[in-house]
Protein backbone atom coordinates (compact mmCIF):
# COMPACT_ATOMS: atom_id res chain seq x y z
CA UNK A 1 0.00 0.00 0.00
CA UNK A 2 1.11 3.10 -1.05
CA UNK A 3 1.96 5.87 1.79
CA UNK A 4 -0.88 8.49 2.08
CA UNK A 5 1.10 11.19 2.96
CA UNK A 6 4.72 11.25 2.38
CA UNK A 7 6.75 13.63 4.47
CA UNK A 8 7.09 16.53 1.81
CA UNK A 9 4.39 16.63 -1.07
CA UNK A 10 4.37 19.64 -3.39
CA UNK A 11 1.40 20.69 -5.74
CA UNK A 12 -0.14 23.74 -7.67
CA UNK A 13 -1.76 26.41 -5.38
CA UNK A 14 -4.88 27.01 -7.03
CA UNK A 15 -5.35 30.39 -5.99
CA UNK A 16 -1.76 31.90 -7.26
CA UNK A 17 -0.69 28.81 -9.61
CA UNK A 18 2.61 28.21 -7.90
CA UNK A 19 3.83 25.37 -6.38
CA UNK A 20 3.75 25.21 -2.92
CA UNK A 21 4.36 22.49 -0.62
CA UNK A 22 1.85 19.81 1.39
CA UNK A 23 1.72 21.36 4.81
CA UNK A 24 2.85 18.04 6.20
CA UNK A 25 2.72 16.81 10.09
CA UNK A 26 5.64 15.76 11.81
CA UNK A 27 4.28 12.49 12.37
CA UNK A 28 4.67 11.93 9.00
CA UNK A 29 8.15 11.35 9.04
CA UNK A 30 8.04 8.72 11.51
CA UNK A 31 7.10 5.19 10.89
CA UNK A 32 3.40 4.99 12.46
CA UNK A 33 1.67 2.34 11.08
CA UNK A 34 -1.06 3.67 9.17
CA UNK A 35 -3.60 0.78 9.48
CA UNK A 36 -3.29 1.05 13.15
CA UNK A 37 -3.77 5.05 13.31
CA UNK A 38 -6.56 4.65 11.34
CA UNK A 39 -8.26 2.00 13.17
CA UNK A 40 -7.67 3.90 16.43
CA UNK A 41 -9.48 7.18 14.68
CA UNK A 42 -12.18 5.10 14.12
CA UNK A 43 -12.41 3.54 17.48
CA UNK A 44 -12.25 7.23 19.16
CA UNK A 45 -14.70 8.47 16.73
CA UNK A 46 -17.23 6.01 17.97
CA UNK A 47 -16.58 6.82 20.93
CA UNK A 48 -16.98 10.68 20.20
CA UNK A 49 -20.22 9.53 18.67
CA UNK A 50 -21.58 7.84 21.66
CA UNK A 51 -20.41 11.20 24.16
CA UNK A 52 -22.14 13.09 22.09
CA UNK A 53 -25.48 10.38 21.97
CA UNK A 54 -25.48 10.81 25.89
CA UNK A 55 -24.76 14.61 25.76
CA UNK A 56 -27.48 15.33 23.71
CA UNK A 57 -30.15 13.29 24.81
CA UNK A 58 -31.17 16.07 27.29
CA UNK A 59 -32.04 18.46 24.54
CA UNK A 60 -34.81 17.08 23.31
CA UNK A 61 -35.75 14.65 26.21
CA UNK A 62 -35.16 16.52 29.38
CA UNK A 63 -38.20 18.80 29.17
CA UNK A 64 -40.84 15.70 28.65
CA UNK A 65 -39.16 13.63 31.25
CA UNK A 66 -39.06 16.91 34.01
CA UNK A 67 -42.85 17.58 33.41
CA UNK A 68 -43.72 13.33 33.41
CA UNK A 69 -44.72 13.63 30.14
CA UNK A 70 -42.61 10.39 29.24
CA UNK A 71 -41.04 8.11 31.50
CA UNK A 72 -37.59 8.33 32.02
CA UNK A 73 -37.10 5.37 30.03
CA UNK A 74 -39.58 5.46 27.27
CA UNK A 75 -37.93 8.95 26.62
CA UNK A 76 -34.42 7.98 26.22
CA UNK A 77 -35.35 4.40 24.49
CA UNK A 78 -37.92 6.81 21.99
CA UNK A 79 -34.43 9.40 21.44
CA UNK A 80 -32.46 6.60 20.71
CA UNK A 81 -34.23 4.95 18.47
CA UNK A 82 -34.86 8.54 16.38
CA UNK A 83 -31.13 9.11 16.73
CA UNK A 84 -30.80 5.61 15.05
CA UNK A 85 -33.65 6.58 12.48
CA UNK A 86 -32.25 9.84 11.50
CA UNK A 87 -28.31 9.10 10.90
CA UNK A 88 -29.75 7.44 8.29
CA UNK A 89 -31.85 9.65 6.46
CA UNK A 90 -29.46 12.30 5.38
CA UNK A 91 -25.48 12.56 4.71
CA UNK A 92 -25.46 15.56 3.38
CA UNK A 93 -23.62 17.41 6.44
CA UNK A 94 -20.91 14.51 6.57
CA UNK A 95 -19.57 16.05 3.28
CA UNK A 96 -17.38 18.50 5.40
CA UNK A 97 -17.24 18.16 9.15
CA UNK A 98 -15.71 21.58 10.07
CA UNK A 99 -17.58 23.44 7.85
CA UNK A 100 -14.69 25.44 6.59
CA UNK A 101 -13.46 26.35 9.89
CA UNK A 102 -10.11 24.26 9.05
CA UNK A 103 -9.24 24.95 5.81
CA UNK A 104 -9.26 20.99 4.40
CA UNK A 105 -9.30 19.50 1.54
CA UNK A 106 -7.92 19.92 -1.83
CA UNK A 107 -7.16 23.93 -1.52
CA UNK A 108 -6.09 23.80 2.21
CA UNK A 109 -3.82 22.09 4.77
CA UNK A 110 -3.50 18.46 5.17
CA UNK A 111 -4.86 16.98 8.43
CA UNK A 112 -3.83 13.82 8.85
CA UNK A 113 -5.08 10.97 10.85
CA UNK A 114 -2.92 11.57 13.76
CA UNK A 115 -4.10 15.21 14.03
CA UNK A 116 -8.07 14.27 13.89
CA UNK A 117 -6.68 11.27 16.53
CA UNK A 118 -5.07 14.45 19.26
CA UNK A 119 -8.48 16.57 18.40
CA UNK A 120 -10.55 13.31 19.02
CA UNK A 121 -9.48 12.83 22.37
CA UNK A 122 -9.66 16.28 23.63
CA UNK A 123 -13.28 16.84 22.60
CA UNK A 124 -13.86 13.27 24.23
CA UNK A 125 -12.29 14.58 27.77
CA UNK A 126 -14.37 17.52 27.25
CA UNK A 127 -17.55 16.37 26.54
CA UNK A 128 -16.64 13.79 29.93
CA UNK A 129 -15.80 16.51 31.77
CA UNK A 130 -18.48 18.43 31.21
CA UNK A 131 -21.23 15.60 31.36
CA UNK A 132 -19.35 15.11 35.04
CA UNK A 133 -20.61 18.73 35.89
CA UNK A 134 -23.90 18.28 34.20
CA UNK A 135 -23.43 21.03 31.92
CA UNK A 136 -25.55 20.83 28.43
CA UNK A 137 -22.24 21.85 26.37
CA UNK A 138 -22.34 21.35 22.38
CA UNK A 139 -20.77 18.51 21.22
CA UNK A 140 -20.40 19.89 17.94
CA UNK A 141 -17.84 22.81 19.18
CA UNK A 142 -16.10 20.57 21.52
CA UNK A 143 -15.20 18.36 17.93
CA UNK A 144 -14.47 21.41 16.09
CA UNK A 145 -12.38 23.09 19.26
CA UNK A 146 -10.27 19.79 19.46
CA UNK A 147 -9.65 20.05 15.81
CA UNK A 148 -9.11 23.63 15.35
CA UNK A 149 -6.27 22.81 18.68
CA UNK A 150 -4.55 19.69 17.17
CA UNK A 151 -4.23 21.55 13.48
CA UNK A 152 -2.63 25.04 15.15
CA UNK A 153 0.24 22.55 17.46
CA UNK A 154 0.37 20.17 13.66
CA UNK A 155 0.19 23.22 10.78
CA UNK A 156 -0.07 26.57 12.71
CA UNK A 157 -2.16 29.36 13.07
CA UNK A 158 -2.87 29.62 9.53
CA UNK A 159 -4.83 26.15 9.68
CA UNK A 160 -8.06 28.57 10.78
CA UNK A 161 -9.98 30.50 9.24
CA UNK A 162 -11.14 33.33 11.64
CA UNK A 163 -13.76 35.04 9.73
CA UNK A 164 -15.77 31.35 9.64
CA UNK A 165 -14.29 30.89 13.03
CA UNK A 166 -16.63 34.05 13.76
CA UNK A 167 -19.79 33.73 11.72
CA UNK A 168 -20.22 29.74 12.26
CA UNK A 169 -19.16 29.24 15.45
CA UNK A 170 -18.73 32.34 17.97
CA UNK A 171 -21.91 34.21 16.61
CA UNK A 172 -24.36 31.82 16.26
CA UNK A 173 -23.10 30.32 20.03
CA UNK A 174 -24.69 34.11 20.92
CA UNK A 175 -27.18 33.97 18.90
CA UNK A 176 -29.13 30.49 19.44
CA UNK A 177 -30.22 31.14 23.20
CA UNK A 178 -31.45 34.97 21.99
CA UNK A 179 -33.64 33.35 19.08
CA UNK A 180 -34.52 30.43 21.15
CA UNK A 181 -35.12 32.29 24.33
CA UNK A 182 -37.21 34.76 22.82
CA UNK A 183 -39.39 32.47 20.53
CA UNK A 184 -40.11 30.54 23.72
CA UNK A 185 -40.45 33.37 25.83
CA UNK A 186 -43.26 34.86 23.48
CA UNK A 187 -45.26 31.35 23.30
CA UNK A 188 -45.14 30.54 26.60
CA UNK A 189 -46.95 34.20 27.47
CA UNK A 190 -49.58 33.23 24.68
CA UNK A 191 -50.36 29.70 25.95
CA UNK A 192 -50.77 30.89 29.47
CA UNK A 193 -52.79 33.76 28.07
CA UNK A 194 -55.10 31.32 25.75
CA UNK A 195 -55.40 28.53 28.12
CA UNK A 196 -57.28 28.63 31.47
CA UNK A 197 -55.32 26.69 34.15
CA UNK A 198 -57.86 24.12 34.26
CA UNK A 199 -57.26 22.50 30.51
CA UNK A 200 -52.84 22.89 30.96
CA UNK A 201 -52.89 18.95 31.16
CA UNK A 202 -53.22 18.71 27.51
CA UNK A 203 -49.70 19.51 27.26
CA UNK A 204 -48.70 16.61 28.52
CA UNK A 205 -49.77 14.58 25.41
CA UNK A 206 -48.21 17.50 22.75
CA UNK A 207 -44.86 17.14 24.33
CA UNK A 208 -44.70 13.58 23.03
CA UNK A 209 -44.71 14.92 19.59
CA UNK A 210 -42.89 17.90 20.15
CA UNK A 211 -39.92 16.13 21.55
CA UNK A 212 -39.59 13.55 19.28
CA UNK A 213 -39.69 15.92 16.15
CA UNK A 214 -36.32 17.92 18.54
CA UNK A 215 -35.29 14.36 18.55
CA UNK A 216 -35.51 13.53 14.93
CA UNK A 217 -33.77 17.13 13.64
CA UNK A 218 -31.09 15.95 16.12
CA UNK A 219 -30.56 12.76 15.02
CA UNK A 220 -30.35 14.04 11.49
CA UNK A 221 -27.17 16.30 12.25
CA UNK A 222 -25.19 14.71 14.94
CA UNK A 223 -24.19 11.14 13.94
CA UNK A 224 -23.37 12.72 10.74
CA UNK A 225 -20.06 14.47 12.04
CA UNK A 226 -18.54 11.56 13.26
CA UNK A 227 -19.53 10.06 9.72
CA UNK A 228 -17.66 12.54 8.34
CA UNK A 229 -14.62 12.11 10.61
CA UNK A 230 -14.12 9.04 10.08
CA UNK A 231 -14.62 9.47 6.26
CA UNK A 232 -11.98 12.04 6.19
CA UNK A 233 -9.66 9.69 8.14
CA UNK A 234 -10.23 7.32 5.26
CA UNK A 235 -9.88 10.08 2.58
CA UNK A 236 -6.66 11.06 3.89
CA UNK A 237 -5.15 7.48 4.61
CA UNK A 238 -5.75 6.91 1.07
CA UNK A 239 -8.50 3.79 1.46
CA UNK A 240 -11.46 5.60 -0.34
CA UNK A 241 -11.72 8.19 -3.33
CA UNK A 242 -11.15 11.83 -2.42
CA UNK A 243 -14.36 13.75 -2.32
CA UNK A 244 -16.78 10.50 -2.02
CA UNK A 245 -19.20 10.04 0.62
CA UNK A 246 -19.05 8.08 3.76
CA UNK A 247 -19.26 4.19 3.11
CA UNK A 248 -22.56 2.34 3.99
CA UNK A 249 -20.84 0.80 6.98
CA UNK A 250 -19.71 4.04 7.95
CA UNK A 251 -23.11 5.49 8.34
CA UNK A 252 -24.47 2.17 10.47
CA UNK A 253 -21.35 1.74 12.56
CA UNK A 254 -21.68 5.78 13.90
CA UNK A 255 -25.86 5.31 13.75
CA UNK A 256 -25.80 2.38 16.24
CA UNK A 257 -22.80 4.99 18.39
CA UNK A 258 -25.10 7.42 18.78
CA UNK A 259 -28.09 5.67 19.83
CA UNK A 260 -26.27 3.89 21.76
CA UNK A 261 -25.34 6.78 23.67
CA UNK A 262 -28.45 8.34 23.83
CA UNK A 263 -29.79 5.53 25.63
CA UNK A 264 -27.46 5.89 28.19
CA UNK A 265 -29.64 9.54 29.25
CA UNK A 266 -27.11 11.32 30.12
CA UNK A 267 -28.84 11.63 32.79
CA UNK A 268 -26.93 14.65 34.83
CA UNK A 269 -27.41 16.66 31.68
CA UNK A 270 -31.42 16.09 31.82
CA UNK A 271 -31.34 16.90 35.18
CA UNK A 272 -29.84 20.51 34.56
CA UNK A 273 -32.26 21.20 31.64
CA UNK A 274 -35.39 20.03 32.59
CA UNK A 275 -34.96 20.90 36.07
CA UNK A 276 -31.93 22.96 37.13
CA UNK A 277 -32.97 26.14 35.18
CA UNK A 278 -36.55 26.07 35.99
CA UNK A 279 -39.52 23.98 37.38
CA UNK A 280 -40.80 22.90 34.16
CA UNK A 281 -44.63 22.62 33.45
CA UNK A 282 -46.02 20.99 30.86
CA UNK A 283 -47.20 23.91 29.37
CA UNK A 284 -43.51 25.50 29.69
CA UNK A 285 -42.00 21.68 28.30
CA UNK A 286 -44.33 21.92 24.80
CA UNK A 287 -43.54 25.61 24.53
CA UNK A 288 -39.61 24.84 25.02
CA UNK A 289 -40.11 21.82 22.81
CA UNK A 290 -41.71 23.93 19.59
CA UNK A 291 -39.25 26.33 20.24
CA UNK A 292 -36.75 24.23 19.87
CA UNK A 293 -37.61 22.40 16.99
CA UNK A 294 -38.63 25.45 15.33
CA UNK A 295 -35.47 27.09 15.90
CA UNK A 296 -33.41 24.25 14.63
CA UNK A 297 -35.48 23.37 11.32
CA UNK A 298 -35.58 27.28 10.44
CA UNK A 299 -31.66 27.87 10.96
CA UNK A 300 -30.75 24.49 8.95
CA UNK A 301 -33.10 25.14 6.30
CA UNK A 302 -31.83 29.13 5.94
CA UNK A 303 -28.90 28.69 6.15
CA UNK A 304 -27.80 29.99 10.01
CA UNK A 305 -26.68 26.33 11.28
CA UNK A 306 -27.30 27.00 15.16
CA UNK A 307 -25.93 24.47 17.84
CA UNK A 308 -28.99 21.83 19.06
CA UNK A 309 -27.80 21.69 22.40
CA UNK A 310 -27.88 26.01 22.63
CA UNK A 311 -30.85 26.41 21.61
CA UNK A 312 -32.59 23.69 23.84
CA UNK A 313 -31.02 25.42 27.12
CA UNK A 314 -32.36 28.81 25.44
CA UNK A 315 -35.82 27.82 24.98
CA UNK A 316 -35.76 26.47 28.58
CA UNK A 317 -35.00 29.71 30.29
CA UNK A 318 -36.93 31.39 27.43
CA UNK A 319 -40.47 29.42 29.19
CA UNK A 320 -38.87 30.10 32.32
CA UNK A 321 -38.95 33.84 31.86
CA UNK A 322 -42.17 33.73 30.12
CA UNK A 323 -43.93 32.54 32.99
CA UNK A 324 -41.97 34.37 35.82
CA UNK A 325 -38.55 35.58 35.63
CA UNK A 326 -37.74 34.87 39.01
CA UNK A 327 -38.33 31.15 38.53
CA UNK A 328 -35.04 31.03 36.72
CA UNK A 329 -32.01 29.93 38.41
CA UNK A 330 -29.97 32.15 37.15
CA UNK A 331 -26.79 30.58 38.79
CA UNK A 332 -27.09 27.35 36.55
CA UNK A 333 -27.81 29.78 33.83
CA UNK A 334 -24.61 31.37 34.07
CA UNK A 335 -23.30 28.08 34.53
CA UNK A 336 -24.32 26.99 31.45
CA UNK A 337 -23.44 29.94 29.55
CA UNK A 338 -20.19 29.93 30.86
CA UNK A 339 -19.77 25.99 29.37
CA UNK A 340 -20.48 27.51 26.34
CA UNK A 341 -18.03 30.25 26.16
CA UNK A 342 -15.05 27.55 27.15
CA UNK A 343 -16.03 24.79 25.38
CA UNK A 344 -14.52 25.64 22.23
CA UNK A 345 -11.20 26.79 23.57
CA UNK A 346 -11.06 24.19 26.68
CA UNK A 347 -11.23 21.20 24.07
CA UNK A 348 -8.69 22.98 21.70
CA UNK A 349 -6.29 23.08 24.41
CA UNK A 350 -6.51 19.40 25.59
CA UNK A 351 -5.96 18.32 22.09
CA UNK A 352 -3.13 20.65 21.18
CA UNK A 353 -1.59 19.06 24.23
CA UNK A 354 -2.18 15.45 23.10
CA UNK A 355 -1.11 17.01 19.41
CA UNK A 356 2.13 18.11 21.14
CA UNK A 357 2.41 14.27 22.62
CA UNK A 358 1.64 12.94 19.83
CA UNK A 359 4.75 14.39 17.75
CA UNK A 360 6.86 12.41 19.44
CA UNK A 361 5.57 9.35 17.28
CA UNK A 362 4.06 6.09 17.45
CA UNK A 363 5.12 6.44 21.83
CA UNK A 364 3.61 9.89 21.85
CA UNK A 365 0.66 8.31 20.05
CA UNK A 366 0.30 5.19 22.84
CA UNK A 367 0.83 7.43 25.75
CA UNK A 368 -2.18 9.77 24.33
CA UNK A 369 -4.14 6.41 24.32
CA UNK A 370 -3.70 5.65 27.52
CA UNK A 371 -3.94 8.94 29.26
CA UNK A 372 -7.03 9.35 27.19
CA UNK A 373 -8.67 6.36 28.84
CA UNK A 374 -7.19 6.56 32.03
CA UNK A 375 -9.01 9.95 31.73
CA UNK A 376 -12.26 8.63 30.77
CA UNK A 377 -12.00 5.85 33.31
CA UNK A 378 -11.22 8.40 36.16
CA UNK A 379 -14.46 10.72 35.44
CA UNK A 380 -16.47 7.62 35.06
CA UNK A 381 -15.50 6.25 38.66
CA UNK A 382 -15.87 9.66 40.12
CA UNK A 383 -19.26 9.83 38.68
CA UNK A 384 -20.12 6.79 40.36
CA UNK A 385 -19.48 8.06 43.55
CA UNK A 386 -21.25 11.28 42.99
CA UNK A 387 -24.20 9.48 42.03
CA UNK A 388 -24.58 7.17 45.41
CA UNK A 389 -24.95 10.78 46.77
CA UNK A 390 -27.48 12.62 44.48
CA UNK A 391 -30.07 9.29 44.76
CA UNK A 392 -30.75 10.41 48.12
CA UNK A 393 -31.46 14.25 46.81
CA UNK A 394 -32.96 12.93 43.46
CA UNK A 395 -34.68 9.28 43.59
CA UNK A 396 -37.07 9.98 40.67
CA UNK A 397 -33.96 10.49 38.35
CA UNK A 398 -32.33 6.74 39.51
CA UNK A 399 -32.56 5.21 36.70
CA UNK A 400 -30.79 1.76 38.08
CA UNK A 401 -33.61 1.37 40.52
CA UNK A 402 -36.96 -0.42 39.04
CA UNK A 403 -39.19 2.63 39.57
CA UNK A 404 -39.67 4.91 36.63
CA UNK A 405 -42.19 7.00 38.49
CA UNK A 406 -42.55 10.31 36.90
CA UNK A 407 -40.76 13.35 37.78
CA UNK A 408 -43.40 15.54 38.99
CA UNK A 409 -42.26 15.63 42.44
CA UNK A 410 -38.62 16.27 41.46
CA UNK A 411 -39.64 19.20 40.06
CA UNK A 412 -41.83 20.35 42.75
CA UNK A 413 -39.29 20.09 44.89
CA UNK A 414 -37.41 23.19 45.38
CA UNK A 415 -34.34 20.88 47.25
CA UNK A 416 -33.23 19.53 44.21
CA UNK A 417 -31.98 22.38 42.14
CA UNK A 418 -29.89 23.06 45.98
CA UNK A 419 -28.54 19.77 46.28
CA UNK A 420 -27.60 19.99 42.73
CA UNK A 421 -25.70 22.57 43.39
CA UNK A 422 -23.64 21.18 46.31
CA UNK A 423 -23.09 18.55 44.50
CA UNK A 424 -21.94 20.35 41.96
CA UNK A 425 -19.43 22.60 44.35
CA UNK A 426 -18.25 19.67 46.31
CA UNK A 427 -16.90 17.91 42.87
CA UNK A 428 -15.74 21.12 42.18
CA UNK A 429 -13.41 21.58 45.31
CA UNK A 430 -12.43 17.88 45.20
CA UNK A 431 -11.11 18.08 41.91
CA UNK A 432 -9.32 21.23 43.00
CA UNK A 433 -7.59 19.52 45.87
CA UNK A 434 -6.43 16.96 43.79
CA UNK B 1 -18.68 37.78 6.64
CA UNK B 2 -22.13 38.32 8.82
CA UNK B 3 -25.63 37.23 7.74
CA UNK B 4 -27.46 39.35 9.34
CA UNK B 5 -30.23 38.78 7.05
CA UNK B 6 -30.34 35.00 7.29
CA UNK B 7 -29.95 35.66 11.47
CA UNK B 8 -33.56 37.93 11.22
CA UNK B 9 -34.93 35.08 9.17
CA UNK B 10 -34.36 32.53 11.12
CA UNK B 11 -35.80 34.48 14.14
CA UNK B 12 -38.53 35.69 12.12
CA UNK B 13 -39.60 31.92 10.47
CA UNK B 14 -39.01 29.76 13.68
CA UNK B 15 -41.45 32.55 15.88
CA UNK B 16 -44.19 32.50 13.32
CA UNK B 17 -44.13 29.06 12.88
CA UNK B 18 -44.27 28.57 16.85
CA UNK B 19 -47.12 30.95 17.57
CA UNK B 20 -49.03 29.16 15.00
CA UNK B 21 -48.09 25.47 16.64
CA UNK B 22 -48.81 26.56 20.34
CA UNK B 23 -51.23 29.41 19.58
CA UNK B 24 -53.29 26.63 17.51
CA UNK B 25 -52.28 23.93 20.55
CA UNK B 26 -53.47 25.77 22.69
CA UNK B 27 -57.07 27.07 21.15
CA UNK B 28 -57.48 23.17 20.95
CA UNK B 29 -57.46 22.43 24.70
CA UNK B 30 -59.18 26.00 25.62
CA UNK B 31 -61.66 24.73 23.30
CA UNK B 32 -62.04 20.95 24.80
CA UNK B 33 -62.34 22.57 28.38
CA UNK B 34 -61.17 20.70 31.71
CA UNK B 35 -62.94 17.64 31.33
CA UNK B 36 -64.93 15.49 29.07
CA UNK B 37 -68.23 16.63 29.70
CA UNK B 38 -67.70 20.35 29.78
CA UNK B 39 -67.39 20.54 25.56
CA UNK B 40 -69.87 20.68 23.13
CA UNK B 41 -69.82 19.38 20.19
CA UNK B 42 -68.66 22.24 18.22
CA UNK B 43 -66.35 23.10 19.86
CA UNK B 44 -64.70 19.65 19.85
CA UNK B 45 -64.71 19.69 15.93
CA UNK B 46 -62.82 23.18 16.51
CA UNK B 47 -60.33 21.60 18.98
CA UNK B 48 -60.06 18.79 16.41
CA UNK B 49 -59.29 21.25 13.22
CA UNK B 50 -56.64 22.93 15.81
CA UNK B 51 -54.78 20.17 16.81
CA UNK B 52 -54.97 18.87 13.14
CA UNK B 53 -53.00 22.46 12.46
CA UNK B 54 -50.44 21.24 14.97
CA UNK B 55 -50.32 17.84 13.39
CA UNK B 56 -49.25 19.35 9.89
CA UNK B 57 -47.04 21.60 11.12
CA UNK B 58 -44.97 19.08 12.57
CA UNK B 59 -45.32 16.89 9.31
CA UNK B 60 -44.24 19.27 7.62
CA UNK B 61 -41.17 19.39 10.34
CA UNK B 62 -40.64 15.69 9.46
CA UNK B 63 -41.02 16.68 5.56
CA UNK B 64 -38.42 19.32 6.65
CA UNK B 65 -35.80 16.45 8.28
CA UNK B 66 -36.09 13.95 5.96
CA UNK B 67 -33.96 15.05 2.51
CA UNK B 68 -35.79 11.96 0.45
CA UNK B 69 -39.06 13.43 0.48
CA UNK B 70 -38.19 16.68 -1.23
Known sequence: MARAHPSIRWRIDPATGSFRPWATSPLDSTAVDIQLMVALVIALALFFDFTNGFHDTANAMATPIATGALKPRVAVA??????????????????????GLIREGQDGVHVGPELIFAGLIGAIVWNMITWLFGLPSSSSHALFGGLIGAAIVGVGFNAIDPGVLMSKIVLPALLAPVIAGGVSFIITKLAYRLTPPGSRHGFKVGQIFTSSLVSLAHGTN??????????????????????????????????????????????????????????VKPIQGFSAEVSTAASIL???????????????????????LGKDRHSVNWRTAGRIAMG???????????????????????????????VGVGVIVAIFVRSRRSKVSHESFSPPINVSSSSHEPLMGAVESVVLPKAARSLIKKNSKAAKTR | MIDWL???????????????????????????????????????????ACFAVCGLAVLYGIYLIVPALH
Not at chain 1, 241 to 258: D, K, L, N, R, T
Not at chain 1, 311 to 316: A, L, Y
Not at chain 1, 343 to 370: E, F, H, K, Q, Y
Open chain 2, 6 to 48: AFITVAAVALLSSVIVVGFYALGLRLLGPGENTTTPARRTGAV
Open chain 1, 340 to 370: WLITLPAAAIMAALAALVANIGLVGIIIDAL
Open chain 1, 222 to 279: DAQKTMGVITLTLIAAGFQEAGSGPEFWVIAICAVAIALGTYMGGWRIIRTIGTGITA
Open chain 1, 298 to 320: ASTHLGFALSTTQVSSGSVIGVG
Open chain 1, 78 to 99: IAAVLNLVGAFLSTAVAQTISG
